[in-house]
């Protein structure tokens, strides 16, 4: 049974940090491409980074780019997501997601996701 289980989630000041993690299991994590995805209260659920499964290919949504950085542990079958600079609008309930084959910025190719962890900034 394939589980991704998120954490790290919390409230952070405006212009403050915080790293999630993705904890996988139950999955061949070396062959997964993963993504993190964000979803706000009212919107649609959106793409924030996608990593291929070496972690030597990664993808960056404009709104976050220069900001987050999306990296992943092999050994740990951990993906990570450090977030710097964080505004109030990347308040959201943030999600990983694995997929065969290619990373993507898409949310529709994910087959696996994550129950979510919220991440609340304040201004």
């Known amino acids: 049974q394939v589980q991704l289980v998120e954490s790290g989630g919390g409230l952070v000041q405006a212009g403050g940090s915080l790293r999630l993690s993705c904890a996988a299991s139950?999955?061949?994590?070396?062959?997964?491409?993963m993504g993190w995805f964000r979803q706000a209260p009212g919107k649609e659920r959106e793409s924030v980074a996608a990593s291929s499964w070496s972690g030597d290919s990664t993808y960056y949504a404009d709104s976050v780019k220069g900001r987050f950085t999306i990296s992943r542990d092999l050994v740990k079958n951990t993906l990570y997501l450090q977030m710097n600079s964080l505004e109030p609008e990347d308040t959201a309930v943030y999600y990983c997601?694995?997929?065969?084959?290619?990373?993507?910025?898409?949310?529709?190719?994910?087959?696996?996701w994550g129950q979510g962890t919220q991440v609340t900034v304040s201004s």
């Open positions: 139950g999955l061949t994590y070396s062959t997964y491409a």
């Open positions: 997601a694995a997929k065969l084959g290619m990373p993507s910025l898409h949310k529709a190719p994910y087959q696996y």
